[in-house]
């Protein structure tokens, strides 16, 4: 099993919403502060949000006020739902426990009309 896993990836129009879900091993969901990131075709990976074990949450500036990052205790996933988006927002992204290697192997969100 992997230890993160995500889902959800699809192809949506602009100013549509989307949720994506990163299954994570129960140690990594346990100990880790747990990210969101992106990569968009010639661009460097970037961070689009984290979220500690105990809840604080943090937001690239590009996204705040349009995503929100959860924990679900329950199947030790971590969520991002995104709202309002833009074709700027087309992109791989990726799941990461921070602090360590750990990658997930992405989902592609593309945005267009």
């Known amino acids: 099993q992997a230890q993160l896993e995500e889902s959800g990836g699809d192809l949506v129009q602009p100013g549509g919403s989307l949720r994506l879900s990163c299954a994570a091993s129960r140690f990594i969901f346990t100990f880790n502060t747990v990210g969101w990131y992106r990569q968009a075709p010639g661009k460097q990976r970037e961070m689009v949000a984290t979220?500690?074990?105990?809840?604080?949450?943090d937001y690239s500036d590009s996204v705040n006020g349009r995503f929100t990052i959860s924990r679900d205790s329950a199947d030790s996933t971590v969520n991002l739902q995104m709202n309002t988006l833009k074709p700027e927002d087309t992109a791989v992204y990726y799941c990461?426990?921070?602090?360590?290697?750990?990658w997930g192997q992405g989902t592609q969100v593309t945005v267009s009309s």
């Open positions: 990461h426990a921070l602090d360590t290697s750990i």
């Open positions: 979220i500690a074990t105990y809840g604080a949450a």
